[in-house]
């Protein structure tokens, strides 16, 4: 065997130990990490929504009571979600309300864009529920989930 | 309780998936880790379709009902009708020590990404886009309330999106009896591990070695992107499961238009008709995915000179497209509006974009925290690939990878975001997913070495006598040539144009050297 055979076969397996090597020492030190963060934990049927609303607002299990509340609601009446687009939390608290609110139908309301969430006691709203938003101050107070969220029914609850 | 229930809804979907492996013909081989994989692919897709069909006569408890009887149904034929076949079923045959290693290791990648599934929520979108339509529909009686499909207040959910994931999930929900976001997880391991089974056969197919498929697919886990990040095969997002289908539709294609047909090809062609059409039923994107997958399928029928027939199998895809629409159209089902009209106008308008669009799908490549080295190792694959196999699949392969890549980053300059930068920093990584697995086959190909670029069949003396043919078995020629079994076969042409010559020699054809 010539020298340059001997040195294309060993040049190939260099090769391809470096490569393999780069590219482990490249992700998997993200991998383990995230792998090391978290543990396994068997929450109940919210498992992710508790998790973001723990994240939004600070309380745990908010799903169940989020619901529940709405469940008190004339399932047919709207529910105004007031946000302002420009801060990722409120819209996301925003989407999260909408997904808990089912089967209302939900408007959300984006006060950075100008929108006011208008009169609370048109006949076809529910209730009004501010996402990292003030409530106006002659507005009565509603069911609070911690300091972020805040819902106010616009008639009473069953 | 949950867990027997669970294995009872994979189960049926298996068991409605094998019907798939039926389209197969008996001579080809693929090990049961591929069988299971494609059931697993293949019956996600028939269980949400057949779910959403009944779903306009049926309510649940019969519509649950019905659908658990059509998968029994169906898995206990495909049971009947492959244990009359004389087709042998394979399990995995013996390893080789490198092989066993690897094939170790990604077992536990496998259950890394169990135990990742199980640490991490369901991703934003994964809540609030896929496993919402899940959670209403399970409340609704098994069918997508017409209330949400026209709720603009959740516009932002995308009522427009197709039902595989959210219908898997439902279908889960049904076997629990009450809707569950822990658990409705579960799916997406499955697809990963669907994923690398496939990835490993498709590669073995390809190059007629298992190692080299075994090595990229223990290395795709290392990616941060697809373990661990936002969109990753973990969070309940349809990217990661839409890239399997696609990975099962271009390698059977690839498979399919070898130049000898031992009996496969037609196989592999029915089994890339069925993932291609699934494509467009996964998520959006899935359509851009099917129209290249039906283009590089009529380069196979033109190049390979197949009956014009072979162009049926494209229609069940379009059949999904149009009757998608139809049934959003007639629902009046709200729309997202994520990109403008395409016009001439809107392009002119906003052709100034390319240029930060290419700069950062270029940035994207290279960003090592989240893709490692994979893009610059597909890159320098992708040349040498073409220069391995050359004219149909080498093009294919590369078309079939940057095409899409091309169609995303076009899309952009049609986003209606106020900054178009957010909507593609927020999803470029997801989408560049879709090609990712395909991407990592074709590094798995060029990793085999041998004469890929031979297209005369090797020959091997196997059987020489001077009075009597002793023909040896084929995983005996696969031992001497140094591959597997399904990738030998006797080319019967040749003996009998040898007949008189005392000295017969068997002529071989090995996958990596000619097919």
Request: hydrophobic letters at 50%; aromatic letters at 12%; one cysteine or more.
């Amino acid at each position: 065997m010539h020298w340059h055979h001997w040195l294309r076969a060993g040049v190939r397996p260099f090769m391809c130990v470096v490569a393999i090597a780069s590219f482990l020492a490249l992700g998997a030190p993200a991998i383990f990490r995230s792998a090391a963060r978290s543990s396994i934990q068997f929450a109940g049927p919210f498992h992710s929504s508790d998790s973001f609303l723990s994240f939004a607002t600070g309380v745990n299990n908010a799903s169940e009571r989020l619901i529940a509340f709405f469940g008190s609601l004339p399932p047919s009446n709207e529910i105004l979600i007031v946000v302002r687009d420009d801060d990722q939390r409120s819209a996301f608290l925003g989407m999260l309300v909408a997904y808990l609110a089912w089967p209302h139908p939900v408007r959300i309301v984006d006060l950075r864009n100008g929108g006011t969430p208008g009169s609370a006691e048109s006949e076809t709203i529910a209730a009004v529920a501010f996402c990292r938003v003030q409530p106006p101050p002659a507005w009565r107070r509603g069911e609070w989930v911690g300091d972020s969220l805040e819902i106010v029914p616009t008639r009473e609850r069953k | 309780m949950n867990f027997l229930a669970l294995l009872g809804a994979i189960a049926t979907i298996l068991g409605a998936g094998s019907v798939f492996l039926l389209l197969l013909p008996p001579a080809t081989r693929l090990n049961i880790a591929a069988q299971l994989a494609l059931s697993w692919i293949f019956g996600t897709g028939l269980v949400s379709v057949l779910i959403w069909t009944f779903g306009f006569f049926a309510r649940a408890p019969f519509l649950p009902g019905f659908v658990a009887t059509v998968c029994v149904a169906l898995g206990l034929l495909t049971m009947k009708i492959r244990s009359r076949s004389a087709a042998p079923f394979q399990v995995l045959r013996k390893l080789r020590p490198i092989e066993l290693f690897l094939g170790i290791v990604i077992a536990f990648e496998i259950v890394f990404i169990f135990y990742f599934s199980c640490v991490h929520t369901l991703g934003g979108d994964g809540l609030l886009n896929w496993e919402i339509k899940a959670r209403y529909a399970y409340a609704n009686a098994g069918v997508l309330p017409a209330t949400y499909l026209h709720d603009a207040g959740r516009a932002a959910s995308h009522p427009e999106y197709p039902l595989a994931i959210p219908y898997t999930e439902l279908w889960l929900y049904f076997w629990l009896g009450d809707t569950n976001q822990f658990w409705a997880k579960t799916i997406f391991p499955l697809f990963y591990a669907a994923g690398i089974a496939l990835l490993v056969s498709l590669s073995s197919r390809l190059t007629g070695k298992t190692w080299p498929g075994l090595l990229a697919s223990s290395l795709y886990f290392f990616i941060p992107q697809i373990s661990t990040e936002t969109g990753s095969a973990v969070v309940g997002y349809a990217d990661f499961p839409l890239s399997v289908f696609y990975l099962t539709a271009m390698g059977n294609l690839l498979c399919a238009c070898r130049k000898h047909d031992d009996g496969c090809n037609d196989g592999a062609f029915a089994i890339y008709a069925v993932a291609a059409a699934m494509l467009p039923w996964i998520k959006r994107e899935g359509a851009i995915l099917w129209l290249i997958a039906a283009l590089c399928g009529v380069l196979v029928i033109w190049r390979r000179k197949k009956s014009p027939a072979y162009l049926l199998a494209l229609l069940p895809g379009l059949f999904v497209i149009i009757g998608w629409h139809f049934y959003l159209s007639q629902m009046h089902a709200v729309s997202s509006s994520d990109f403008m009209p395409i016009s001439l106008a809107a392009l002119s308008a906003n052709i100034h974009r390319l240029g930060p669009i290419m700069s950062m799908l270029f940035l994207e490549f290279t960003h090592i925290e989240i893709w490692s080295l994979f893009w610059p190792a597909a890159a320098f694959a992708g040349g040498f690939f073409l220069y391995r196999f050359r004219w149909i699949r080498g093009v294919m392969l590369i078309a079939a990878i940057a095409a899409p890549i091309c169609i995303y980053a076009g899309a952009y300059i049609f986003s209606s975001w106020p900054d178009f930068h957010d909507h593609i920093a927020l999803s470029i990584s997801r989408l560049l997913m879709h090609v990712a697995p395909l991407a990592t086959l074709m590094i798995s190909a060029v990793l085999a070495p041998g004469q890929m670029r031979s297209n005369q069949p090797a020959t091997f003396p196997l059987a020489a006598s001077d009075s009597s043919l002793n023909v040896q078995s084929l995983e005996t020629c696969a031992s001497i040539a140094g591959t597997r079994p399904d990738n030998v076969w006797i080319d019967r042409d040749a003996i009998r144009s040898r007949k008189p010559c005392l000295k017969l020699w068997l002529r071989l054809s090995v996958a990596q050297t000619g097919r």
